[in-house]
């Protein structure tokens, strides 16, 4: 079913790229220029004058290098799909905020259908694999899409498993870097019978910093989590997290406490995921909700859309307190709000400035902190 929304014309796609392509621009500070200013164009002519009253300079990419990136992903299949356009995966757009865009390679129909993530360990046991071979074939055959990130172990087994099905990888880098490079042949099958999403540039190696990005997008794409062998602090718990404040459900394969590998997992069942041994267990919980609209959780103060302009004075006045407050440890926005005496909308501009000009950052659960 599609989505309801528009198609951009090719120089509003080339702004959108432009503008999510500036790199101290994410997906929050994004949507809050789109919300303040109606279109990608006018965020574009007035986000540098943003940018230098927090205290610093915007540089944004030229027409040139955006003309050329739209052309070499054309070149290789590919094409940009922005989170207004009606193929835009519908768990995406309902992210707060959703990522602009996304680089699709493949088949893009694959997004109509309904999906559900698999994720675990890099080094995982033989048991693990055949596992996660046999859970992901088995949601194939029960209508699902399987989605992963294309890593070693658990990911590749989920794919490799799920091609003849459908299967979706979303990758931390670059659509046309093939991470690890032991994958390009799995690669190039998802990319012939599937489809390979990433919010980065072209040929962007994948650092450490953007597998945060990625892993938002494997559990927004779905209606659920399952992690099968996960340690504690890994990239499969950061998924995990990401659904739960997506209000997505989580299904997590306990293992042996004598496993580090499966620590992770049994910590997710111990605080309330669905204990899974089998394709059973995740289509009982998720079989009522298929077909309907995502729901997500009501959004916090701290991604409010921002449409009112301040005087110079008040924001003057505000952007002295938040500079006070920030430091290197993030803060709760909302914090921030109760402790500057200034309306929510005001703080959230500040901060919007101080992001632009490079000197903030926004972290998981509205925090912020000192770039």
Do not use: C
């Amino acid at each position: 079913m599609t989505r309801p929304g528009r198609n951009l014309n090719d120089g509003e796609r080339l702004a959108w790229l432009r503008l999510a392509r500036t790199e101290s621009i994410g997906p929050v500070s994004f949507a809050a220029l789109i919300a303040r200013y109606g279109n990608a164009r006018e965020a574009l002519d007035n986000a540098p004058r943003l940018a230098h009253r927090g205290g610093g300079a915007l540089k944004l990419p030229s027409e040139a290098d955006a003309t050329k990136e739209m052309q070499q992903l054309s070149a290789i299949g590919g094409r940009i799909v922005a989170s207004v356009e009606p193929d835009f995966p519908a768990g995406l757009a309902a992210l707060d905020p959703p990522p602009p865009l996304i680089a699709v390679l493949g088949r893009p129909g694959i997004f109509m259908r309904e999906m559900i993530a698999i994720v675990g360990a890099r080094n995982a046991s033989a048991l693990g694999i055949k596992f996660a071979r046999q859970l992901s074939e088995e949601l194939g055959s029960g209508g699902f899409v399987v989605v992963s990130g294309l890593a070693r172990g658990i990911d590749s087994a989920a794919h490799q498993a799920a091609l003849k099905n459908g299967t979706v990888a979303v990758v931390a880098g670059g659509i046309d870097i093939v991470y690890p490079p032991e994958n390009q042949s799995l690669y190039d099958e998802i990319r012939g019978s599937g489809a390979i999403i990433s919010e980065m540039p072209l040929g962007a190696a994948p650092m450490p910093r953007h597998f945060p990005r990625r892993n938002r997008l494997i559990s927004g794409l779905s209606r659920g989590v399952v992690v099968i062998e996960a340690a504690e602090r890994s990239g499969s718990l950061i998924t995990a997290n990401y659904a739960l404040e997506q209000g997505r459900e989580v299904f997590a394969v306990p293992g042996s406490p004598l496993d580090p590998r499966a620590r992770g997992a049994n910590r997710l069942i111990r605080d309330g995921a669905t204990l899974t041994q089998s394709a059973d267990d995740i289509l009982a919980v998720l079989r009522p909700m298929l077909g309907q609209a995502f729901q997500e959780p009501t959004s916090p103060a701290g991604t409010a859309p921002l449409t009112a302009e301040y005087s110079e004075g008040e924001a003057d006045r505000v952007r002295a307190i938040i500079e006070e407050k920030l430091s290197a440890a993030p803060v709760e926005i909302d914090e921030l709000v109760r402790q500057s005496n200034a309306s929510a909308g005001a703080v959230l501009t500040v901060l919007l400035e101080l992001e632009l000009a490079g000197r903030a950052q926004r972290h998981p659960g509205n925090r912020v902190s000192w770039r």
